[in-house]
């Protein structure tokens, strides 16, 4: 598990694609840090497991499934990308609750500058707009932002100066595609919402629970 909060920017050293899946090496400095083979990383908001750690490069296995899903598949020698170490119980949780598992991606439709800060206009698949309400939270290239607003499909996020500067925003352009997790939390709940008229049909117990929790005072 994750905060969402980018602990340093790495740069993409090797790529190696073999059938449908890929080896990634990624240079580092501050993740290195009591990070042994089998750890969790984040890389863009992925969770991946470190394989090999070799002067100061961190390599990763990614799956085909992965590669499907996150925007690692466009990836090529020499970008720079987010990455934080799993969260630890002592921690702070200074973010929202972000898994590593992105849902899918998206494409920044717009970057405007407003003084010191920066809006960003994302694109995202329109069967997903469900996910998303309005100053919630949800994890773009692994960063926890907060949600301005939607509009159909497109929604609108705040960069301030400070996160701008300390993450891969700083080098995306209009076109550039994110990778995109929504809340744990909403999932669950939009999920159990959507399964309740089977739930009630299948459990008559849970019905009459239901129906009571509905109709209390």
């Known amino acids: 598990m994750f905060t969402g909060l ?3 920017v790495g740069k993409v050293e090797n790529i190696n694609n073999s059938y449908k899946d890929m080896k990634l090496s990624v240079k580092a400095d501050k993740v290195l840090e009591n990070t042994n083979i089998g750890d969790s990383i984040a890389v863009n908001g992925v969770c991946l497991t470190v394989i090999n750690i070799q002067n100061k490069n961190i390599t990763f296995d990614v799956s085909n499934e992965t590669l499907n899903r996150s925007n690692l598949k466009f990836l090529k020698i020499g970008d720079y990308i987010n990455l934080e170490r799993a969260l630890r119980l002592s921690d702070r949780l200074g973010g ?4 590593g598992h992105v849902d899918t991606i998206g494409k920044i439709a717009t ?8 809006e960003l206009i994302i694109e995202i698949p329109e069967d997903y707009k469900y996910f998303v309400i309005e100053k919630g939270s949800i994890a773009i290239d692994g ?7 939607i509009q159909n499909n497109k929604i609108s996020i705040n ?14 352009k209009v076109g550039d595609f994110v990778n995109i997790e929504f809340d744990i939390l909403g999932k669950y709940v939009l999920k159990f919402i959507s399964g309740i008229d089977i739930i009630k049909s299948k459990d008559e117990k849970l019905k009459e629970l239901l129906n009571e929790l509905t109709t209390a005072p």
């Open 111 to 118: 970057m405007k500058n407003f003084g010191n800060h920066t």
């Open 6 to 8: 980018i602990e340093e």
């Open 96 to 99: 929202h609750i972000v898994q």
């Open 143 to 149: 960063i926890s932002l907060t949600i301005n607003y």
């Open 159 to 172: 960069i301030i100066p400070h996160t701008y500067q300390n993450t891969n925003l700083k080098y995306k």
